[in-house]
């Protein structure tokens, strides 16, 4: 069946450490994305990459990294300059062409240790 | 520029009502506009709208986006405590990086018996 994978479910870090945050899909989509949500919150965009070797920054990029080597592929490392990474990290991939919904992982919950 | 704002932000109401969820939206490289529920983890997609005045309708669930007055509705109606979620509205803008999706902070929708 294709979807898209993000793991692990939940994760945690100590303090001053990067971790990384795996999201897999086998839909053959082009577009990838990352979202961090907090309690009592909507979806923020973190990053997001149309093309393997080419991403953009979101709205929150400031403390996390991204790499696009492969089409299926799209990791999140959340580095020590997040100050306040505690939260859930939900991972998207959407068809090329705008007339398609974009699927979702089943997130990662991230807590600062 | 590409923002989406959602209202109210949350709501309850009892079983069988009839509820309205708004989504406003920037115009500048408007694409398209989608719906989601989010229960517990990952949202679930209910529409996708690109054409104004074409009402999309899913059982008790409906929608409609207005491109001149730049929104979209949900209407869900008979609702049931099963309806209880966050409804996330979700616009895709074209950016130089590609289509970007962007989401408004959600309505957390209450229904009790």
């Known amino acids: 069946d294709g979807g898209i994978t993000q793991s692990p479910k939940y994760l945690f870090r100590k303090e001053g450490q990067n971790v990384t945050l795996s999201c897999e899909q086998n839909?053959?989509?082009?577009?990838m994305y990352w979202y961090r949500q907090d309690p009592g919150q909507g979806l923020r965009l973190i990053y997001y990459s149309q093309i393997v070797n080419d991403f953009q920054k979101g709205d929150i990029a400031e403390g996390y990294s991204v790499s696009r080597e492969k089409k299926e592929s799209f990791p999140l490392t959340v580095t020590s300059a997040q100050k306040n990474p505690t939260a859930f990290y939900l991972c998207?991939?959407?068809?090329?062409?705008?007339?398609?919904?974009?699927?979702f992982g089943q997130g990662t919950r991230l807590t600062v240790v | 520029e590409d923002k989406v704002v959602q209202s109210p932000l949350s709501l309850v109401v009892h079983e069988g009502d009839t509820v309205t969820l708004n989504c406003s939206y920037e115009v500048t490289n408007f694409r398209s506009l989608l719906w989601y529920k989010q229960e517990k983890k990952a949202p679930t997609f209910l529409f996708m709208l690109t054409s104004s005045g074409i009402e999309k309708k899913s059982g008790r669930l409906s929608s409609i986006l207005d491109k001149k007055e730049l929104f979209s509705i949900l209407n869900i109606t008979a609702t049931q405590t099963g309806d209880s979620a966050v409804y996330l509205c979700?616009?895709?803008?074209?950016?130089?990086?590609?289509?970007?999706?962007?989401f408004g902070t959600g309505t957390q929708l209450k229904v009790e018996l």
């Open positions: 839909l053959n989509h082009d577009a």
């Open positions: 979700a616009g895709t803008f074209l950016t130089g990086g590609g289509n970007k999706l962007t």
């Open positions: 998207a991939s959407t068809a090329r062409t705008v007339r398609n919904e974009a699927f």
